[in-house]
């Protein structure tokens, strides 16, 4: 029970260290958490280092020895967070009601965070030595381009990977990918006195919404049995210079979620070949596709692997729904899947209460979290 109090206690300070993705407005970045984080390890006597990422943003790695020096396991979460606007509780004042702790990070995810570091450090403190090496990721900028993560791959050999995100403590083997990108209309501008002079690019946009609206609603028709269907949001469409000019420029943002096994190039294809179908129609409409901003594709990692075996044994000895399940979100643990790591993500918390206006974690889950990465850390073999 001393380790559990301790993590929470940890989850606590690092609540209360301001440390919102500095690629967000007045966000301060991670220093001030990699700071805390190195410490932590290296008052327990445990091999730790920083790996400079972008200019005072640095992941923290630390290191256990394991009876096999020539496998490893990976445990790794993020450090950041997302922004505290909208917030109506004080986002880094750590208060505990009703056996759950309340701030920013505190689900997404520092509960993860403090469960790995008091697992790593019980294993240190009581001399077990685990199967295998342990590693123990502390990474920056999740929360924006993954750019920790990458730089974390570098080079990165790992027989399996634990990627701390809210589950609720089941075991996702699966996760969905997500694509981002534009699309531009150009028109003709002119004085909106004299609009037939001009080609309205808004206009066309709009046709182009619509369309895409209904190729969204077909999408249902596709279903992964852990993932049900991908799914697609124009977020953002920005035309126009002021209201009396034709507007000859108009674009939209396009969020697409993705399955295993859908690949980028035939997702923009469906894409262009509606953007093709409203030019034919529209024969003043011109349409730009522009390169994506940015590709993550989707995560599906072999359920019997056995990073996603040892947690399956580890959650039911513990007495916990032992069944695969996947998540809709984006994560680290699609990019350690890429450098061929097998991961599988896992933590407290649900994701329901991340980057929400009430932000919590639920303290009975970050004790299950400490038990199942301790215990996962002995079991896998």
Not at 62 to 73: M, Q
Not at 204 to 219: D, K, N
Request: overall charge negative; glycine content about 8%; proline content about 6%.
């Amino acid at each position: 029970m001393a380790s559990v109090l301790s993590a929470v206690e940890t989850l606590s300070q690092l609540v209360s260290i301001n440390s919102v993705n500095s690629f967000y407005r007045d966000g301060p970045g991670e220093a001030c958490v990699a700071e805390f984080v190195l410490s932590f390890f290296r008052e327990r006597g445990i091999e730790s280092t920083t790996q400079p990422v972008l200019p005072g943003r640095t992941n923290v790695i630390a290191r256990l020895p394991g009876k096999d020096s020539s496998r490893r396991v990976l445990l790794e979460a993020h450090m950041d967070t997302v922004s505290v606007e909208g917030m109506s509780i004080p986002p880094f004042v750590p208060t505990i009601e009703d056996g759950k702790l309340f701030g920013r990070g505190a689900c997404d995810t520092k509960g993860g965070l403090a469960a790995m570091m008091h697992a790593v450090a019980d294993l240190k403190q009581s001399g077990q030595k685990p199967p295998c090496e342990v590693w123990m990721c502390a990474v920056v900028d999740e929360e924006f381009s993954f750019l920790g993560v990458q730089k974390l791959c570098d080079g990165l050999r790992a027989d399996a990977a634990l990627v701390a995100e809210p589950t609720e403590m089941r075991a996702a083997i699966a996760s969905k990918g997500v694509l981002r990108w534009r699309i531009v209309a150009n028109g003709i501008a002119a004085h909106s006195s004299k609009a037939h002079l001009g080609v309205n690019a808004i206009h066309h946009m709009a046709r182009l919404v619509l369309a895409l609206e209904r190729y969204h609603e077909s999408l249902v028709a596709t279903v992964h049995p852990m993932l049900g269907s991908p799914s697609a949001n124009v977020g953002i469409i920005q035309g126009g210079v002021q209201v009396n000019f034709v507007p000859d420029r108009c674009f939209i943002k396009i969020d697409r979620r993705m399955l295993p096994g859908e690949s980028v190039e035939s997702v923009l294809l469906a894409y262009q070949s509606i953007v093709d179908q409203i030019q034919q129609a529209e024969p003043k409409a011109r349409f730009d596709m522009e390169q994506p901003m940015l590709i993550d594709p989707a995560m599906a990692t072999d359920p019997n692997a056995s990073v996603a075996t040892c947690a399956q044994r580890t959650l039911s000895q513990l007495g916990q729904e032992a069944h695969f399940c996947g998540v809709p979100f984006g994560s680290d643990a699609s990019k350690l899947s890429r450098q061929g790591i097998p991961s599988v993500i896992i933590g407290p918390g649900s994701i329901d209460r991340a980057h929400a206006a009430v932000e919590y974690v639920e303290l009975d889950q970050v004790e299950l979290a400490f038990e199942f990465y301790r215990r996962f850390l002995l079991n896998f073999e």
